[in-house]
């Protein structure tokens, strides 16, 4: 079972998705904020990260960076309320970018591509 | 066999900056004083060297690269007298880089006139760190760069699985270890040794497990844009041929490809973002090439082209020019159909290329008028819908090219 981490700091927004992606199957963990967001990869190892960017006590664009400093391969969707973001260049480090919706079709589709997502011999060391 | 000039008799470098060129005396300057300011300033303690690699220019170039005022010593590489092509200047820097031994090799565009000190250290910088190829990111017009957005960036995104945004734009960074694999490639075809050259380069490095990544230069990329319908010359062949010669020789990487992952991004955090300048496109002339397109290569797109990817170009031939549209996913399959098309070469190489041309023409026409009331934001989000459009398109590649349709 894939496992997905979801760092988002509204709670509704993190039982709504958790909810919706364990029934997909998923296995779903969350948390509210960005402390301390590395050593719970560690620990965690999820499949997946969907990043909230607009939190109260952190910018997800800059934990993107940090994550992708660590953890190169973990696939990112960046899922924000806003679209605006998008034109952030920093954006780009990131699988996909999601406009939050309660429809989470997009979000879905964009997780299975993330997953499904295949390169030959992708070097380890990026 | 090439020229040189070698003042200095420098025989070892750490790091190179190259400037491939040819009839650049006016402009060569510029990029080669910036060129040195980079490298004193981020570089002090490595021994760096600038070349410029020419090809024999008559206008002066030589003399003006030479006589440019720098700290860092320079060397003048040309092809013999009557061989051009910026890929044999490429392959020149390749040899003499893998002579002084170089770690870092950072090439930049001869008629750059928006090139800061800071390029060199952004596409350098990543090559001291494991990365062994480094793209540019800039933001440019959104009328700029029409291969590249219709062509180039989808295709090696969609074919190759990597996000590189410019793949074709000229400045790039590789390791010495890339520029000995370089080297050793067989594939030094007529359209690589000219302007195929930098989507060589990437896609050699994208099939070569090389660690890429982007690298933000902070300033949009001010050359000499063209109207894409006025002079689009020999470069879209040189570049859409290799394209279509890579997918020949490289079939057993990119068919395991799917969808597309994200490269490193180096580089943020260099203040106010600057806009480019615009870029004039005659959209009426696009559309009458399109149109021409018909009396010239009907019956060759009727062979080229999948019985349903036709009927689909048939209505956009009957589309005015106030509701002209060109669909992406017609698109993707028109360029799709003449990459296997080139590949099984039944209708002969040349004129395929060239019937793909008004094509390209009808498809950038849509493209110009859709963006026309966008930002350049929303413009680049269209861009990335065009490529999750093409990475959709993989399947039918695939189908198409192994004919199991």
């Given at each position: 079972?894939?496992?997905?981490?979801?760092?988002?700091?509204?709670?509704v927004?993190?039982?709504?998705?958790?909810?919706?992606?364990?029934?997909?199957?998923?296995?779903?963990?969350?948390?509210?904020?960005?402390?301390?967001?590395?050593?719970?990869?560690?620990?965690?190892k999820?499949?997946?990260?969907?990043?909230?960017?607009?939190?109260?006590?952190?910018?997800?664009?800059?934990?993107?960076?940090?994550?992708?400093?660590?953890?190169?391969?973990?696939?990112?969707?960046?899922?924000?309320?806003?679209?605006?973001?998008?034109?952030?260049?920093?954006?780009?480090?990131?699988?996909?970018?999601?406009?939050?919706?309660?429809?989470?079709?997009?979000?879905?589709?964009?997780?299975?591509?993330?997953?499904?997502?295949?390169?030959?011999?992708q070097?380890?060391?990026? | 066999?090439?020229?040189?000039?070698?003042?200095?008799?420098?025989?070892?470098?750490?790091?190179?900056?190259?400037?491939?060129?040819?009839?650049?005396?006016?402009?060569?300057?510029?990029?080669?004083?910036?060129?040195?300011?980079?490298?004193?300033?981020?570089?002090?303690?490595?021994?760096?060297?600038?070349?410029?690699?020419?090809?024999?220019?008559?206008?002066?170039?030589?003399?003006?690269?030479?006589?440019t005022?720098?700290?860092?010593?320079?060397?003048?590489?040309?092809?013999?007298p009557?061989?051009?092509?910026?890929?044999?200047?490429?392959?020149?820097?390749?040899?003499?880089?893998?002579?002084?031994?170089?770690?870092?090799?950072?090439?930049v565009?001869?008629?750059?006139?928006?090139?800061?000190?800071?390029?060199?250290?952004?596409?350098?910088?990543?090559?001291?760190?494991?990365?062994?190829?480094?793209?540019?990111?800039?933001?440019?017009?959104?009328?700029?760069?029409?291969?590249?957005?219709?062509?180039?960036?989808?295709?090696?995104?969609?074919?190759?699985?990597?996000?590189?945004?410019?793949?074709?734009?000229?400045d790039?960074?590789?390791?010495?270890?890339?520029?000995?694999?370089y080297?050793?490639?067989?594939?030094?075809?007529?359209?690589?040794?000219?302007?195929?050259?930098d989507?060589?380069?990437?896609?050699?490095?994208?099939?070569?497990?090389?660690?890429?990544?982007?690298?933000?230069?902070?300033?949009?990329?001010?050359?000499?844009?063209?109207?894409?319908?006025?002079?689009?010359?020999p470069?879209?062949?040189?570049?859409?041929?290799?394209?279509?010669?890579?997918?020949?020789?490289k079939?057993?990487?990119?068919?395991?490809?799917?969808?597309?992952?994200?490269?490193?991004?180096?580089g943020?955090?260099?203040?106010?973002?600057?806009?480019?300048?615009p870029?004039?496109?005659?959209?009426?002339?696009?559309?009458?090439?399109?149109?021409?397109?018909?009396?010239?290569?009907?019956?060759?797109?009727?062979?080229?082209?999948?019985?349903?990817?036709?009927?689909?170009?048939?209505?956009?031939?009957?589309?005015?020019?106030?509701?002209?549209?060109?669909?992406?996913?017609?698109?993707?399959?028109?360029?799709?159909?003449?990459?296997?098309?080139?590949?099984?070469?039944?209708?002969?190489?040349?004129?395929?290329?060239?019937?793909?041309?008004?094509?390209?023409?009808?498809?950038?026409c849509?493209?110009?008028?859709?963006?026309?009331?966008?930002?350049?934001?929303?413009?680049?989000?269209?861009?990335?819908?065009?490529?999750?459009?093409?990475?959709?398109?993989?399947?039918?590649?695939?189908?198409k090219?192994?004919?199991?349709?």
């Open positions: 079972m894939k496992k997905i981490l979801i760092v988002d700091d509204e709670d927004i993190r039982m709504l998705y958790g909810e919706e992606l364990e029934d997909e199957g998923y296995n779903v963990t969350t948390t509210g904020t960005g402390h301390g967001l590395i050593g719970l990869v560690e620990s965690e999820p499949d997946l990260i969907i990043l909230d960017i607009k939190m109260a006590e952190h910018n997800g664009l800059d934990l993107l960076q940090d994550i992708r400093k660590e953890f190169y391969n973990i696939p990112v969707i960046l899922c924000s309320a806003y679209s605006s973001y998008k034109g952030d260049l920093k954006s780009i480090a990131a699988d996909y970018y999601v406009v939050k919706s309660a429809d989470l079709s997009e979000l879905k589709q964009k997780i299975k591509m993330a997953l499904e997502g295949h390169i030959p011999f070097s380890t060391r990026e | 066999m090439h020229i040189e000039e070698n003042p200095n008799d420098i025989r070892a470098a750490d790091l190179i900056v190259g400037i491939p060129s040819y009839n650049e005396a006016k402009l060569i300057s510029y990029p080669t004083q910036m060129a040195s300011e980079g490298l004193i300033k981020y570089f002090g303690n490595k021994n760096s060297v600038i070349i410029n690699c020419d090809n024999n220019s008559p206008d002066g170039t030589r003399d003006a690269f030479m006589n005022p720098t700290e860092v010593p320079k060397i003048y590489l040309s092809t013999p009557g061989v051009k092509g910026k890929g044999n200047n490429v392959r020149n820097l390749f040899k003499k880089s893998c002579d002084l031994g170089a770690q870092a090799v950072v090439v565009d001869a008629d750059l006139k928006s090139i800061t000190p800071r390029w060199i250290k952004n596409l350098a910088e990543p090559l001291f760190e494991d990365f062994g190829f480094v793209a540019p990111l800039y933001i440019r017009h959104k009328y700029d760069g029409t291969i590249t957005n219709n062509i180039a960036y989808p295709m090696t995104r969609s074919i190759y699985g990597r996000r590189v945004r410019q793949p074709i734009g000229g790039f960074g590789f390791s010495g270890e890339l520029a000995e694999i080297l050793k490639q067989g594939d030094w075809t007529p359209a690589v040794v000219e302007f195929g050259i989507i060589w380069m990437t896609t050699t490095a994208m099939c070569h497990d090389i660690p890429i990544c982007q690298s933000y230069m902070g300033r949009p990329k001010i050359h000499k844009p063209k109207d894409p319908g006025e002079s689009l010359g470069m879209f062949l040189q570049v859409v041929g290799t394209i279509f010669d890579i997918m020949t020789k079939v057993a990487f990119w068919k395991e490809v799917r969808w597309s992952k994200p490269t490193a991004i180096f943020f955090g260099l203040g106010e973002m600057e806009m480019p300048p870029v004039d496109i005659n959209l009426e002339r696009l559309y009458d090439k399109f149109q021409a397109g018909f009396a010239s290569h009907d019956a060759l797109w009727k062979g080229i082209l999948s019985t349903n990817v036709y009927k689909k170009l048939s209505e956009v031939k009957t589309l005015g020019f106030a509701d002209f549209e060109f669909p992406t996913n017609l698109w993707a399959e028109i360029l799709i159909d003449f990459a296997v098309a080139y590949k099984n070469g039944a209708h002969g190489r040349e004129g395929i290329m060239e019937s793909l041309i008004p094509l390209y023409y009808g498809r950038t849509s493209f110009v008028i859709e963006l026309e009331p966008m930002t350049i934001q929303q413009a680049e989000e269209v861009i990335e819908d065009q490529c999750i459009v093409f990475e959709r398109s993989k399947p039918y590649l695939l189908r090219w192994f004919d199991t349709e």
